[in-house]
């Protein structure tokens, strides 16, 4: 079926250590992956993405890694701060999906000072 | 940096009666979507337009809710005859170009209460 889902719904980290969110999908047609992250009261604010060809990207403190094999996502924070508290999302867009995303559940990022 | 904005940000509204939620979305930007979230639960797509046409909708976007670009900027997202299940958080949002691989750009959403 067409899921995007979440392992963990709710992640607590000490300020300074780094931060692993995943995500599980279910759609082997889905070729392009985004992570959101959402605070409270606004809308998704764009992290990063990639492409089913790619196995890892890397942003400023962010990484995303793709296994196709086992259909998992993961967002990697470096250096997680108080201001990365927030909810974060994957999402998936299925070939020739129109820009279509399918949202996961969402992940609470708790970052303690 | 070129924004999604929406208005309102909040509207209360009686049930039965008709709501628009208006949206400019980035200048040069060419797709235009509608999502909504219902307190708690994750985003869901409702609608997607390109070239004056609606391009994708979700079950979820029945003969109730309408997308219309009155204007060279706006998008808006009307529904007809509001029900207390229509309560949620609607998110504009826009990209520059379709497919895969362009980024979606959202608004700060606009919280409709359905009482």
């Known amino acids: 079926g067409e899921s995007v889902g979440l392992h963990l719904p709710t992640l607590s980290v000490q300020e300074g250590d780094n931060s692993i969110i995943n995500c599980a999908y279910s759609?082997?047609?889905?070729?392009?992956f985004i992570w959101y992250k959402q605070e409270s009261g606004k809308g998704p604010q764009f992290i990063i993405d990639i492409r089913s060809n790619m196995d890892k990207r890397q942003g400023q403190r962010v990484t995303v890694l793709l296994n196709k094999t086992v259909k998992h996502l993961s967002l990697q924070i470096a250096a997680t701060q108080p201001g990365d508290s927030a909810v974060y999302f994957c999402?998936?867009?299925?070939?020739?999906?129109?820009?279509?995303?399918?949202f996961g559940a969402g992940t609470r990022l708790a970052v303690h000072p | 940096e070129p924004e999604v904005t929406q208005t309102p940000s909040h509207q209360v509204t009686q049930m039965g009666q008709e709501v628009i939620l208006r949206c400019v979305p980035i200048s040069n930007h060419l797709y235009f979507y509608w999502y909504r979230q219902i307190l708690g639960q994750k985003v869901e797509f409702l609608v997607s337009f390109y070239n004056n046409e609606i391009s994708e909708k979700s079950e979820i976007f029945d003969d109730q809710f309408s997308v219309e670009r009155p204007d060279g900027s706006n998008f808006t997202l009307k529904i007809r005859s509001t029900k207390l299940e229509d309560s949620a958080m609607y998110f504009c949002?826009?990209?520059?170009?379709?497919?895969?691989?362009?980024?979606?750009?959202f608004g700060e959403g606009s919280w409709l209460t359905v009482v």
């Open positions: 759609n082997s047609a889905s070729d392009y």
């Open positions: 949002a826009s990209s520059a170009t379709g497919g895969s691989g362009n980024t979606i750009y």
């Open positions: 999402a998936e867009i299925f070939s020739g999906g129109y820009n279509k995303l399918i």
